[in-house]
């Protein structure tokens, strides 16, 4: 059967795309991306915020109308839309003929041969057996590699436990096996995810195993760059600050979540940490890694949160200097505590605030940019865009997608995984423009 798969959400999930796209390979169905001729499609679901189930929702309708115009027979849904409201699409979306659970990605092959069986959802704390023969899909030069699943730290506004269960560390063993064939496909950069990689290992080892995880990725010889990402503040220890500061193949980046940097607002979150500290990881890490680039994600308009708040939190993101920042607008999510606490904030004032601390932060990467012009940086070559002559990449600064892009007028033709030195010439608020050094 000629399959389509549609990732849609995180990177987490993409991962699970890439693992089922290898199970149905395996199982002898044919991989497509053209929706015209596809018999089965897959769509991997997102349910964080309300924007994310919207656009599920529409993703569903919008591929269910090819059963009246393609050759589409089934049409299956798996992801956390699929975890959480189970009963609710199958009944309301009829143009679904399978759910599939968040973790039962190891279904997707019954899923798709079942005539009779409508629903493959699991409990959530499920986990998966160990899968090979995984589907890269970014590309021959970076992958992500999740090293958990689940959460338990229950912040006030998050709905992912709810969907994705408790916090469940993926072997070592499993893991350190998953990177080896990934750098045997040509991967050179392993982005470690999870929806909180700091705690990895206390589950399964009792103990906060990542620096080791880190050591171990580091003897695979392929691998080159390793990147960081959902570090929460108050689990990132000493020994990880010098496993990063130490060890030459991890990136010298990290991404913190912090959410807000006002205590008051932060007890509502439910977070686990304070201003005074936030303020103090980072400037540890400045001292120990003085070229480390951190990146954070805040909320803007929580439930109570007043303009003095708003104020206090604009003044921390000038001072603090973040290398790279994103703002989501808070969504009350249903089941979430916060969701009915008092004081909710307006949709427009919500917004106000992500635009401020938006314009605040172009200014402070434009000015961080700046300071790189007639620098060397390391790139790595990821495309070429025709109409321009040149080649794009990223630097160890630069997670992709949420990040900024480095330009690259070079000499001679780059393959794409290739490694190169560049000048940086010009540099605005996100990108950076360079000549190759030769």
Not at 1 to 14: E, I
Not at 60 to 84: A, D, P
Not at 182 to 205: F, N, S
Not at 418 to 426: A, L, M, N, S
Request: charged fraction near 30%; charge should be negative.
């Amino acid at each position: 059967m000629k399959v389509l798969m549609v990732s849609l959400g995180c990177d987490k999930n993409l991962v699970d795309s890439e693992v089922m796209l290898g199970l149905l390979h395996k199982a002898g169905h044919e991989i497509t991306n053209d929706e015209h001729e596809a018999e089965a499609v897959v769509i991997n679901t997102c349910a964080f915020i309300k924007d994310a189930q919207e656009e599920s929702i529409n993703t569903i309708i919008e591929y269910g109308e090819l059963k009246k115009t393609g050759s589409l027979k089934k049409l299956i849904v798996t992801g956390c839309l699929s975890q959480r409201y189970k009963d609710d699409i199958l009944a309301e979306l009829p143009e679904i003929d399978t759910i599939v659970g968040a973790a039962n990605y190891d279904a997707i092959v019954d899923a798709i041969g079942s005539e009779e069986e409508h629903s493959f959802v699991t409990d959530i704390n499920y986990m998966p057996e160990a899968v090979g023969g995984r589907i890269v899909t970014t590309g021959a030069s970076m992958a992500y590699l999740k090293i958990a699943e689940g959460c338990g730290k229950m912040c006030t506004y998050c709905a992912i436990p709810y969907i994705r269960g408790k916090y469940r560390s993926i072997p070592m063993e499993q893991l350190l096996a998953s990177a080896k064939e990934l750098a045997a496909q040509g991967v050179k950069e392993l982005i470690l995810v999870a929806q909180e990689t700091t705690l990895y290992g206390v589950d399964l080892y009792g103990e906060k195993t990542l620096p080791k995880l880190l050591h171990e990725l580091c003897k695979i010889e392929e691998i080159q760059w390793i990147r960081l990402m959902y570090c929460y503040p108050e689990e990132i220890t000493d020994e990880l600050i010098d496993t990063i500061a130490e060890e030459e193949k991890v990136c010298h980046y990290l991404d913190i979540p912090i959410q807000h940097s006002e205590d008051p607002v932060l007890r509502r979150m439910g977070r686990r940490t304070c201003k005074k500290d936030i303020v103090e990881l980072i400037a540890k890490l400045r001292i120990r890694i003085p070229d480390i680039a951190i990146r954070t994600t805040l909320i803007a308009g929580f439930p109570g949160e007043t303009e003095a708040d708003h104020e206090a939190l604009m003044e921390f993101v000038n001072e603090s200097e973040f290398d790279r920042l994103g703002v989501f607008t808070y969504s009350p999510e249903e089941g979430t505590p916060a969701a009915s606490f008092p004081d909710q904030i307006e949709n427009e004032v919500a917004e106000k605030w992500r635009d401020d601390i938006m314009a605040l932060q172009q200014e402070v990467s434009y000015d961080k940019n700046q300071e790189l012009l007639g620098k060397s940086l390391t790139v790595l070559i990821e495309g070429y865009v025709a109409e321009d002559d040149v080649y794009v990449g990223r630097t160890y600064r630069d997670a992709p997608d949420v990040d900024g892009m480095v330009f690259v007028d070079a000499p001679y033709e780059l393959m794409s995984g290739t490694f190169v030195q560049v000048r940086i010439t010009d540099a605005n608020e996100y990108d950076l423009t360079g000549e190759m050094i030769e």
